[in-house]
């Protein structure tokens, strides 16, 4: 049935003239929908072949090339699920609904899946993009208490408006290229973060060492204990409900420091109007004291570089007591000392970790303060280019996000 529906944006035919107007339809009408399986038991001769078989976790990037578990024809005739073509979109429909990723093997997938065989006369990435900008209505129709599932049932009576062939070759060109300008940025970020991670271990190691100005020898590292360079404060009360996009104080809470900062806290992005009990001083290290996640979250720490920054609670902040570089030490201790604070944790359900926990581990550091910042600048530098690469990575997201409202009905 046609309707008089069109995007805010759109192509024109190579000869300059509009293109027809979108036409509405269920996604059963341009679409097979395939659950997945139930897998077999451990069995020698239902595992190891040669089916990939995937799982909702796997289900990262557009496109899937290879599972962790392959499965054999056996197993998958013990499994119940079916072998997907390639070119299918594998959707996750349970627990977490709306990953999705397009198929580059023949596979077959877990029962947390219903899958899509687009029609031939359907353009598939312009359905995989469709399948983006329609995701609330996937979500709006999940149920289910202990986890949240999206039965096919519902899925098939979705509703989706298509245009003509050429038009959704034209969408979906365009939006891979944008895919693909993600792709590459991305790959970019973690090489970096990869050559970073080699550089600290080179430094922190001493394989690498830097020589003072006049080309002179720095002096031999030596041992401290933590709590012979630094002493220990926790922050105050301060709970996501404080946080205010209009508030007048800013301020950092715990979960921040392992989910948006990184060593160096150079720009503070939460606010407050609540007036804060504790503040930072310009080079505190600030932990996190609690999770219930792992531990190695905790084992991170973040040089702040702002006076009066509201300190929330389950921070542990750590003062430098020496005249050394508090960025060098955000930098070793987030890197190079990562594991053994983890192991002082303690907890199951929460798990804490607090400066009198960690206070006695021991740390080889330079005793120059000129060369810890000359390895901290070092550092910084590498970092500075990361987060322009995420900041560009961030953006370019930002702008599919808004064609993706503006190129669909």
């Not at 005249?323 to 070793?332: A, C, G, Q, V």
């Not at 190079?336 to 944790?345: G, Q, S, Y």
Request: glycine residues 6%; hydrophobic residues 35%; charged residues 30%.
């Amino acid at each position: 049935m046609s309707v008089l529906l069109q995007p805010k944006l759109r192509f024109k035919q190579d000869d300059g003239s509009d293109f027809t107007e979108w036409e509405k339809t269920l996604l059963l009408d341009i679409a097979q929908i395939v659950g997945g399986g139930t897998p077999p038991t451990e069995n020698e001769e239902y595992w190891n072949g040669n089916i990939n078989w995937f799982t909702p976790s796997e289900i990262k990037d557009k496109y899937t090339f290879s599972s962790e578990k392959k499965i054999t024809k056996l197993g998958l005739q013990k499994s119940s699920a079916k072998i997907l073509p390639i070119g299918s979109i594998l959707f996750t429909s349970r627990a977490s609904i709306g990953e999705k990723s397009i198929s580059k093997e023949d596979c077959c997938t877990n029962q947390g899946f219903q899958s899509f065989i687009v029609k031939e006369t359907i353009d598939r990435d312009f359905i995989y993009y469709s399948i983006s900008h329609n995701e609330k209505k996937f979500h709006r129709l999940a149920q289910g208490s202990t986890f949240k599932e999206v039965y096919k049932k519902h899925i098939s009576k979705i509703i989706f408006f298509i245009p003509h062939l050429l038009e959704q070759n034209k969408i979906a060109s365009f939006l891979s290229a944008v895919d693909k300008k993600i792709e590459l940025l991305t790959k970019k970020h973690e090489q970096l973060e990869k050559y970073k991670k080699g550089l600290m271990q080179k430094i922190f190691s001493q394989e690498i060492r830097f020589k003072q100005d006049d080309g002179g020898e720095f002096s031999d590292w030596q041992n401290y204990k933590l709590k012979e360079i630094f002493e220990g404060k926790r922050g105050n009360g301060l709970s996501k409900d404080d946080i205010s996009i209009n508030g007048i104080h800013k301020c950092v809470l715990y979960g921040e420091l392992y989910t948006t900062y990184s060593e160096n806290l150079r720009n503070v992005r939460s606010k407050t109007n609540k007036e804060c009990k504790v503040k930072s001083k310009k080079g505190d290290l600030l932990v996190p004291c609690s999770t219930t996640t792992t531990a190695i979250d905790l084992a991170v720490a973040a040089c702040i570089n702002e006076e009066n920054v509201g300190i929330g609670g389950d921070i542990t902040i750590l003062r430098l007591t020496k005249d050394f570089s508090p960025l060098f030490f955000s930098y070793y201790l987030t890197n190079h000392k990562k594991t053994e604070i983890a192991k002082f944790a303690q907890g199951s359900t929460i798990i804490h970790l607090y400066f009198s926990h960690f206070k006695d581990i021991l740390v080889h550091i330079p005793t120059s303060k000129e060369e810890q910042n000359k390895i901290s600048n070092v550092i910084e530098k590498v970092d500075s280019k990361i987060d322009l690469i995420k900041q560009q990575i961030e953006k370019t997201q930002t702008f599919k996000k808004g064609l993706l409202q503006q190129m669909f009905v």
